[in-house]
């Protein structure tokens, strides 16, 4: 009998999976709310259905007789995939019961903070607390946190709705900016860490926590007092052996208490010299538009391994005997280009740089005359994957773009904000010394 999968999400980053599953000789049927979805049309079958329209897809996933389901990339993705599935009784690595530790940041932090592991200080407010509260009173709140802060939504991803607060003065404000974007009647006030950060992916298989890879997750501070934004993920981290150990070590710890056998485990961690890790946010996914890093730089194909997971479950075992993320084959990175809410007019500089030796895949998401939208389907202006034989040869490439990457609106105003590569060298010389 043939295969039917039912794959939740048809936005770009989907299409290999779709394609792959083909090729394997499964029917695909493609939903999500998105009705121009590139990847609808490599699916055998697709229908537009918002992807939180639990019971109507698990109906849809009876009448199809799909025998399986899967998804990534985003925690939205993840959180509906396993509602469908248990609706449906479809097969699935996380039960509803077990979402709020991958999906709900306080029961993440609450969990962490039980088992000891290191994670910012926090607190939990209400939003009736933060519009019914003098200044002064907000501020004795979180008054044994240091500062800087940030305010962010329990319910969201992708940085939205995240801001600083410097001072007890910007409590209400930019936590009632926060507020904003959630319909939870909560936020989460948390220390700000600002050491290196990192993403790191792994899979669990019989409760055994298999690394696929750790990169450098760059930032950079657009503007004053603006959140620091994505620029480049790198893999594999140049800070590899500062913190590989205790962050497998963190996650094994904390499946161990959610009872996660299987599946997708995603962690973004911040580290510092002499300090260690701190535990920024677990989830049961993959990072979009970043997975296709662990094939770039290791042959390591997350699509595969999610088929693998459905279909054949054997083969998992061999994909991790021949994956060391100490032996990449060559050294890689994502370069995400974000901006200002203007109109597109010239994007040729930025469709030049695409052609450059080193460019693997590019993808420019706007089109002559859209317009910027904030958090609306499109994450970034462009992103470019690149590869190159060494880290060194990396950076000069990614410090050209750096320079060279220009889109104007038709003022003739600069869109794209401007990267920076940030100084790893300290760093890896006082651990070295330590």
């Known amino acids: 009998m043939r295969h039917k999968v039912l794959i939740l999400g048809s936005l770009g980053e989907f299409t290999e999976l779709v394609q792959m599953a083909g090729k394997k000789g499964y029917e695909t049927v493609v939903c999500d709310g998105y009705p121009d979805g590139p990847a609808r049309k490599y699916a055998d079958r697709s229908y537009v259905i918002p992807v939180t329209e639990i019971d109507r897809i698990a109906v849809l996933c009876r009448e199809e007789q ?5 998804t990534s990339f985003s925690d939205l993705l993840l959180e509906c995939m396993v509602k469908i599935a248990d609706k449906a009784g479809l097969p699935c690595y996380l039960k509803p019961e ?12 609450l969990l962490l903070e039980k088992l000891g592991l290191p994670s910012p200080g926090y607190k939990k407010i209400s939003v009736d607390f933060l519009r019914e509260k003098t200044e002064t009173e907000l501020a004795a709140t979180v008054g044994e946190l240091t500062y800087p802060l940030i305010c962010k939504p329990l319910d969201k991803y992708g940085s939205r709705g995240i801001f600083i607060i410097h001072n007890p003065k910007e409590i209400r404000q930019k936590a009632l900016q926060t507020a904003e974007y959630t319909s939870c009647e909560e936020i989460l006030i948390e ?22 890879s750790i990169a450098d997750r760059e930032k950079t501070e657009m503007e004053e007092g603006m959140l ?53 946010e677990i989830a049961g996914r993959f990072f979009g538009y970043e997975h296709e890093l ?23 075992l061999q994909m991790f005997q021949t994956h060391d993320i100490h032996k990449p084959l060559r050294q890689g990175a994502v370069i995400y ?36 939208v904030e958090y609306g ?24 773009f750096y320079r060279e ?23 890896q010389e006082s651990e070295s010394k330590d």
């Open 66 to 70: 799909v025998d399986g389901i899967i």
């Open 98 to 109: 077990q979402l709020p530790w991958y999906r709900d940041k306080s029961a993440c932090r």
């Open 191 to 212: 220390e700000y860490n600002d050491g290196y950060e990192f993403n790191m992916m792994t899979w669990v298989t019989g409760q055994k926590v298999q690394v696929i």
């Open 228 to 280: 620091p934004l994505s620029t480049r993920n790198v893999y594999p981290s140049c800070l590899l052996p500062q913190v590989e150990e205790e962050a497998l070590g963190i996650l094994q710890e904390y499946i161990r208490h959610t009872g996660q056998k299987d599946g997708a485990l995603s962690m973004q961690f911040f580290w510092k010299p002499g300090k260690g890790i701190q535990v920024c």
């Open 294 to 316: 662990t094939e770039i730089v290791y042959g390591f194909s997350i699509e595969e391994l999610l088929l693998n997971w459905l279909y054949e479950k054997e083969k998992i």
């Open 337 to 372: 280009f974000q901006g200002r809410n203007l109109e597109i007019a010239d994007q040729s500089a930025a469709r030049e740089l695409a052609k450059r030796e080193g460019v693997i895949k590019d993808w420019i998401f706007y089109q002559d005359g859209e317009h910027v």
């Open 377 to 400: 389907p499109n994450p970034y202006l462009a992103l470019y994957y690149t590869a190159r034989n060494s880290r060194k040869e990396l950076d000069a490439l990614t410090e050209s």
């Open 405 to 427: 990457m220009s889109i104007r609106d038709p003022q003739g105003r600069e869109i794209v904000y401007q990267n920076k590569i940030p100084e790893y060298r300290s760093a």
